[in-house]
């Protein structure tokens, strides 16, 4: 049975029990080439013709990573697959498998169990990426688990730690549209109120939508360091920059380039948040300051940020743009990130904000995704 072929259930999860709830669930789930062993058993068995496996693991917490007023069952588990799929791509390895563990109040919809499982199928069936095991439980909120497995392919994994001087910071995706789109959630925009850019940015936040084709493809280029910016573009160059032992410059924003495209492109929804109290204040220098903030501190887009060798440069794939250069760190400097050469960022804390730039009331966060925060 496929899944849009699968019926609805009814009922909650305490009716059903978890007998029933995985007799639902496992027509919902796509299976893996790889799988020697699926669905049903203690253990599922993956074939691993690489001789190794890129693991990876996330937790969606319900009311800090998704809010169920916000996002459809569907877009959670779609959100829960793509930001795991982009953690094997940026080791530059193809995603195989996910194994799910789910906490669930007894309460929960069966029907509301049964979507996100068509979320991760939906996101995860035209990979080829199967779902092929996990773990139900109960508890007082919804939490999704999610563990990924990628195939390298007979390639070295792209680690952090690789960054060399001269080498180009380069980025596929996008930056500072789940910000964008977040901001626009908490300012109380509903779907019969955005079009375009707005609209695109609110359902960026809700699904990320992650380039994965792009991590093998940037580590068959010749990439020497990776990683998914899933925390902000600062932030997770900074980690990038401190695992290699280098300094990452970013260019200017506001000068004519990459990031000048982000800027413009996010700046209409800035203004429009102004309408409701959001940017302060309502005019195109404040609308552009708010784009700076989400295009540098703003995560969970999931773009793949990586270093090559100026060699590389006409290897890049298919929507990668150079968006700074990599330098050792010169006399009393320390490994970190910098800002068009300026604005200094220590210790994976940025320092970056906008002084009279609200977003729903109150500041924007200045060091990006936190989970502790």
Aim: aromatic share 2%; glycine share 14%; hydrophobic share 45%.
């Amino acid at each position: 049975m496929s899944t849009a072929e699968a019926p609805a259930a009814r009922g909650t999860v305490s009716d059903l029990g978890e007998t029933g709830l995985l007799a639902a669930l496992a027509p919902l789930l796509p299976p893996s080439p790889a799988a020697l062993v699926g669905v049903g058993d203690d253990c599922a068995v993956l074939a691993a013709p690489d001789g190794r496996y890129c693991v990876s693991t996330d937790v969606l917490v319900e009311g800090r990573h998704f809010r169920t007023g916000w996002m459809s069952a569907q877009q959670v588990g779609r959100r829960a697959a793509a930001q795991n799929l982009a953690d094997v791509a940026a080791m530059g390895a193809v995603p195989v498998a996910l194994v799910v563990g789910l906490v669930l109040p007894g309460d929960t919809p069966v029907s509301w169990v049964t979507d996100l499982a068509r979320g991760l199928g939906r996101a995860c069936a035209p990979l080829g990426v199967g779902v092929v095991g996990g773990d139900l439980s109960s508890g007082e909120s919804i939490m999704v688990s999610v563990t990924v497995m990628g195939d390298l392919r007979g390639r070295p994994p792209v680690l952090r730690g690789g960054a060399h001087d001269g080498d180009l910071l380069v980025h596929v995706g996008n930056l500072g549209c789940g910000a964008a789109g977040l901001a626009l959630l908490e300012a109380g925009y509903g779907d019969a109120d955005l079009t375009g850019t707005a609209a695109r940015c609110r359902e960026l936040f809700r699904v990320p939508c992650p380039p994965l084709e792009a991590g093998p493809a940037l580590a068959l280029a010749g990439a020497t360091a990776m990683m998914d910016v899933s925390d902000s573009l600062v932030r997770d160059a900074d980690r990038l920059a401190r695992a290699s032992g280098v300094v990452a410059q970013i260019d200017e924003p506001d000068a004519p380039g990459a990031l000048d495209a982000d800027l413009a492109l996010l700046e209409p929804v800035a203004l429009l948040l102004a309408g409701r109290g959001g940017a302060a204040p309502g005019s195109r220098a404040g609308a552009r300051a708010l784009a700076r903030t989400w295009v540098l501190t703003g995560g969970e887009d999931h773009g793949m940020l990586s270093t090559l060798p100026r060699s590389s440069l006409g290897h890049l794939p298919r929507g990668a743009r150079v968006i700074g250069s990599v330098h050792a760190p010169r006399p009393g400097q320390a490994p970190g990130v910098l800002v068009a050469g300026r604005a200094r960022y220590v210790g994976g804390i940025p320092g970056f904000t906008t002084a009279g730039v609200l977003v729903a009331g109150r500041a924007p966060a200045s060091m990006g995704w936190d989970h502790f925060h």
